[in-house]
């Protein structure tokens, strides 16, 4: 590994600061990866030569651990330890397949006893550490086939672990896996039972959990140590899926979430600083993220009209939507109406702001202006890929892991470079973690740590 030229002590202090303030650059080789898309929500990582770019289900594999169960949340690592969740049930009911397709879930849940699980795992050698169940018993709410019962990504702040279930609850555990505590989040229903997704989130003492649904939509902030409610507020929304992002700008620390009918920011205390009608897709689902200064926030079902992707200034207070045909204002930095993606989150690398389409398309704009850097390219040479998790970025790469788990590997700038794909040959739909020289990528039945 290379060394850094920063000393250990200070070094780990910035990278704590950076994890709770939601700070995204820069992301060193050696950081803990605390939630979904590590520790700023951009998965663009330093330069480190001994970050893998060539893998299969022997190549540079360090260690693989089979995972029983399904889960799409992605790993998490704080120190020597890795932590995901799954669900595990065994019965004939529909697994989930690769591609797009059933537009409506499942009315009725499966019949078969689910146990709902956190797993620990020593990160050097992948053996599982520990594994603790909050619930076993048959699904009191339906989910799309294509989701699963564990698809909320955990997070961490090095003393305890918080897990999200979706509508089953919150548990909190410590580092070692004992108990802390639970709170429920009671079933409401989802646009065509498709289920929840969207990931706590940590900030100082809060955890942060949104649940956008069909009945009754809020955002609440939990002492994370208790796990007793500090305020909730009421969120006029419908059903969306993305993440919330702690954006710590030059001018206040603040709450962002994506969502169908507005996108909308709070303070620390739950209260509305602005919002704005950005005329959205039905499909909240990327989740926003910060850099340089700058928020990005997009939503974008490959039918709708308008797929739009916004560049938001810090400091704004009430309404700032745009004028109909206006492409910026004095907090709007740019707008494009038709780049934003569906399932997965953008990237921005080294100046360029990346977005990778579901249905295996990849398109660029430069970060600051939005202005085209190349047009939308396919994939996969043949077609046939789709994709749901989150592009990463390093040494001068970008890579794409389809639901069919394979990873393409393209050059990162200003021209358009497919360079190799890399074959795990089982379904993926989780986000990767990066930490040190390893890469850690789940697929349906597994975990791999890659490493050269």
């Not at 706590?200 to 007793?228: M, R």
Request: overall charge negative; some cysteine; hydrophobic content about 35%.
């Amino acid at each position: 590994m290379v060394a850094s030229t920063m000393s250990r002590p200070r070094r780990q202090l910035l990278i704590l600061t950076c994890a709770a303030l939601g700070v995204t650059s820069p992301t060193w080789a050696s950081d803990n990866w605390p939630q979904f898309r590590g520790p700023g929500m951009n998965p663009a990582v330093e330069d480190n030569p001994d970050l893998p770019d060539r893998w299969s289900q022997t190549e540079n594999v360090e260690w693989v651990t089979g995972i029983p169960g399904l889960g799409w949340s992605s790993p998490i690592v704080w120190g020597d330890r890795v932590f995901l969740t799954t669900a595990v049930a065994d019965g004939d009911f529909e697994r989930p397949q690769a591609g797009l397709y059933a537009a409506r879930g499942r009315s009725e849940p499966p019949q078969a006893i689910h146990d709902w699980r956190v797993y620990c795992l020593d990160l050097e050698t992948g053996e599982v550490v520990w594994s603790r169940s909050v619930k076993t018993g048959i699904p009191e709410f339906a989910r799309h086939q294509k989701q699963t019962y564990a698809s909320e990504t955990p997070t961490t702040d090095g003393e305890r672990i918080y897990a999200r279930f979706g509508d089953l609850g919150v548990y909190a555990f410590t580092m070692d896996g004992a108990s802390v505590w639970s709170f429920d989040t009671p079933h409401r229903p989802t646009m065509w039972d498709y289920g929840s997704a969207s990931s706590p989130v940590l900030h100082d003492d809060l955890l942060i959990i949104l649940y956008d649904n069909e009945e009754e939509s809020w955002i609440a902030g939990l002492d994370k140590v208790t796990g007793e409610e500090r305020w909730r507020t009421d969120r006029a929304e419908v059903s969306s899926w993305a993440t919330p992002l702690v954006w710590a700008n030059e001018v206040r620390t603040e709450i962002v979430t994506n969502g169908k009918n507005r996108i909308r920011s709070y303070g620390l205390d739950g209260e509305l600083l602005w919002e704005m009608d950005g005329r959205m897709s039905w499909a909240a689902i990327a989740t926003p993220f910060a850099v340089d200064d700058l928020m990005y926030i997009n939503s974008g079902y490959f039918q709708d009209q308008r797929r739009p992707v916004f560049a938001i200034r810090p400091g704004a207070l009430g309404d700032i939507t745009l004028e109909e045909d206006a492409t910026e204002s004095e907090f709007v930095a740019w707008h494009q109406p038709k780049a934003g993606n569906y399932n997965t989150s953008p990237l921005v690398y080294k100046g360029i702001y990346y977005s990778l389409l579901d249905r295996g398309f990849f398109e660029a704009y430069d970060a600051l202006t939005g202005e085209p850097v190349y047009g939308r390219q396919r994939v996969a040479p043949r077609g046939g890929a789709s994709f749901t998790s989150s592009p990463w970025a390093y040494n001068d790469l970008v890579f794409a892991l389809s639901e069919q788990g394979d990873t393409y590997v393209m050059r990162a700038g200003s021209e358009y470079e497919m360079l190799h794909m890399n074959s795990l040959d089982e379904m993926a739909m989780a986000s990767p973690a990066i930490v040190g020289d390893r890469l850690l990528i789940r697929t349906r039945s597994k975990l791999y740590s890659i490493r050269k």
